[in-house]
């Protein structure tokens, strides 16, 4: 839910006062794990446009015609043959990580009895369900791209959007092919982050598709991979995660590039508006990293076992890191100063301002691309 003017709150965008608070982001599970499908009612005008100037916006050109020529094959540019044993990929990150991979005292938590094998399942558990939120979160990025070509106005746009399309079912087919031929299947989607996806999907507006997927999902998503692809020991993941991660820096660029032009031309109460859904996104991606679903596979209190990993410096440093690419983008795209600085304020209350001045991503995705095409 957008709400806008100076009396948005917490309480309005978010459902709760208190960014922190457990007990509401708790509230929220997905009870019908069972359905085959999920329908979001949704309407948009789709746009024809009469003006077929290719290139008119060079940099979305170019950045089509990289697209065109840096499409690879997930069934035969990855080696599947590899051999996986999660548990031994757990193991071996320890090694990395440490000890229990929290690197915090769990005496006097429901920790301090766990055996080596309750650990090891815990990291299992726990890749296999951050890897289903990403297979969900490509699924939402499929169909929000494929809406986004009938929706831009541009035809540059439109052309980029096209090969976003092909990119996002070949990242749908590469997750769901390694969690169920390697992992043993896959999770269902987390609440708050179907939540999102609603959210996004629902909006209208087609700037509000690219703020939402573009700028905040990929974003998230760019750092993520970033971060599990130089950590994971495991040979065909870190592949996997290398090719998906040069198509999403192209991703976040489009978006990061369209907006820009877009947002030069909006009023300070429809900036305040972007600001929001921003804002919004960036707690219910944060809520959904708790993982509240392998707590319950693992049968320790949820609330409690959140408390203790919180205090994770290793947790907390990942949380942060997931904004790496968000906030410097949320900058150059002018929400953190343009008009007001709310969202400023709210980058610094959630302790991820620090990132205003890394290189955006419009400027920074060259650096992902892979250096064989
Ligand atoms: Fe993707
Ligand atoms: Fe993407």
């Known amino acids: 839910m957008t709400v806008t003017g100076d009396a948005a709150t917490n309480e309005q965008l978010i459902g709760r006062s208190d960014v922190n608070d457990l007990e509401a982001i708790l509230s929220i599970s997905n009870r019908d794990v069972d359905a085959a499908d999920h329908r979001v009612d949704s309407r948009f005008d789709s746009l024809f446009t009469w003006d077929y100037a290719k290139g008119s916006r060079p940099r979305l050109d170019r950045l089509y015609e990289k697209a065109k020529s840096s499409q690879w094959n ?50 299992v558990e726990s890749q296999r369900w951050m890897l289903s939120q990403f297979l969900h979160g490509e699924q939402g990025a499929l169909l929000c791209t494929s809406r986004i070509v009938e929706t831009v106005p541009w035809i540059d746009a439109k052309y980029y959007a096209a090969t976003q399309v092909m990119d996002e079912a070949r990242h749908v087919e590469v997750f769901a092919r390694y969690l169920n031929d390697k992992l043993g299947g896959n999770y269902p989607i987390n609440a708050h982050l179907r939540m999102l996806l609603d959210d996004i999907i629902s909006d209208s507006r087609w700037d509000m598709t690219y703020l939402g997927m573009q700028i905040m999902v990929e974003g998230l998503a760019l750092a993520a991979f970033g971060f599990l692809h130089d950590t994971t020991t ?33 009023s300070t109460a429809e900036l305040r508006e972007r600001k929001e859904f921003a804002y919004e996104a960036a707690v219910r991606m944060r809520d959904r990293f708790l993982q509240q679903e392998v707590w319950e596979r693992m049968g320790v209190p949820v609330k409690e076992a959140m408390q203790v990993v919180s205090r994770s410096p ?19 795209l002018g929400l953190l100063d343009n008009g007001d600085t709310w969202l400023r304020e709210r980058f610094q209350e959630l302790g991820v301002i620090e990132f205003e001045d890394l290189p955006d991503t419009a400027e920074e995705f060259t650096v992902f691309e892979l250096a064989q095409y």
């Not at 000890?99 to 769990?106: C, E, K, P, R």
């Not at 870190?238 to 369209?258: I, N, Y």
Request: proline content about 5%; overall charge negative; aromatic content about 8%.
């Open 74 to 123: 997930g069934a035969t540019d990855l080696p599947w043959s590899t051999d996986v044993d999660p548990e031994a990929v757990v193991a071996a990150n320890r090694e990395v990580m440490g000890a229990n991979g929290l690197d915090i005292d769990v005496s006097g938590t429901p920790f301090e009895h766990w055996s080596d094998a309750q650990w090891l399942e815990l990291g």
């Open 234 to 266: 495991e040979p065909l993941l870190k592949q996997l995660l290398r090719m998906v991660m040069s198509d999403e820096a192209r991703h976040v660029a489009f978006g990061v590039l369209s907006l820009q032009e877009f947002y030069a031309g909006l």
């Open 314 to 332: 290793e947790r907390q440093l990942f949380q942060r890191m997931l904004f790496a690419k968000i906030v410097p983008n949320c900058k150059k």
